[in-house]
């Protein structure tokens, strides 16, 4: 069971490209999330959608855009890459958008913009 | 909004040694929390949660938390740290079931355990 994958594990950018960051969850849940996880500061929510066709920003959504493009699949885009978006970017699932809800996560995408 | 505070950047301790990691939320209500382990390149693994009823809750690897309204304290607990417990420890809290956001993370606490 592969529970939550992401493409690619790792990527270098140049400041101004641009890039998408893939996930797909085969647990038929609900609701998936995109955090980024720099040092010191524990994981920040970028966007998040509580179900299929829906999708919200989270704390840190400048710089990033989303697309649900089905129930299994959460994609995050990068339309112009900038070195403070250098991070680890952590794809993650529920069965629904509740506070007390476990979250599987991704093994995340290290992320460098030179 | 709810926040948490991870007080401990890095601590070390002796293989066999107990282990407590300090973990204090502000949420208005009763908070759902969590305590999330993240291996060396890996992602985040759930060690526990609280969600409401006996305030000692028991985890996978021998770990344990204890909320404490009074603190607004969600500390973790383990009697005898293994070499393997070397790791990043995140405690994270969720709204209710109202709640339209996801979970708020600490930003860890990073064990390192000494032979």
């Known amino acids: 069971n592969a529970g939550v994958t992401q493409t690619p594990k790792f990527q270098v950018l140049k400041t101004g490209q641009s890039m998408t960051l893939q996930c797909a969850q085969d647990?038929?849940?609900?609701?998936m999330y995109w955090y980024r996880q720099d040092p010191g500061m524990g994981l920040r929510l970028i966007y998040y959608?509580?179900?299929?066709?829906?999708?919200d920003k989270g704390e840190v959504p400048n710089g990033y855009n989303v697309s649900r493009l089905n129930k299994r699949e959460f994609s995050l885009r990068l339309e112009s890459a900038a070195p403070s978006q250098t991070s680890v970017y952590f794809c993650?699932?529920?069965?629904?958008?509740?506070?007390?809800?476990?979250?599987?996560f991704g093994s995340g995408t290290q992320l460098s913009v030179l | 909004a709810q926040s948490v505070t991870q007080p401990d950047i890095h601590i070390t301790v002796s293989e066999g040694a107990s282990l407590e990691l300090r973990c204090n939320y502000s949420?208005?209500?009763?908070?759902?929390l969590f305590w999330y382990v993240q291996s060396p390149g890996q992602g985040l693994q759930l060690l526990l949660k609280?969600?409401?009823?006996?305030?000692l809750v028991q985890g996978i690897k021998g770990f344990e938390a204890e909320f404490k309204r009074s603190q607004s304290s969600f500390n973790l607990r383990k009697p005898s740290v293994h070499w393997s417990d070397a790791a990043e420890y995140f405690c994270?809290?969720?709204?209710?079931?109202?709640?339209?956001?996801?979970?708020?993370f600490g930003s860890g606490t990073r064990l390192q355990v000494q032979p």
């Open positions: 993650a699932s529920t069965r629904h958008q509740k506070g007390g809800e476990k979250l599987f």
């Open positions: 647990m038929n849940h609900n609701s």
């Open positions: 959608s509580a179900s299929e066709g829906t999708t």
């Open positions: 949420y208005g209500a009763t908070p759902y």
């Open positions: 609280y969600f409401s009823g006996d305030t």
């Open positions: 994270a809290v969720g709204e209710g079931d109202t709640g339209r956001r996801a979970l708020t």
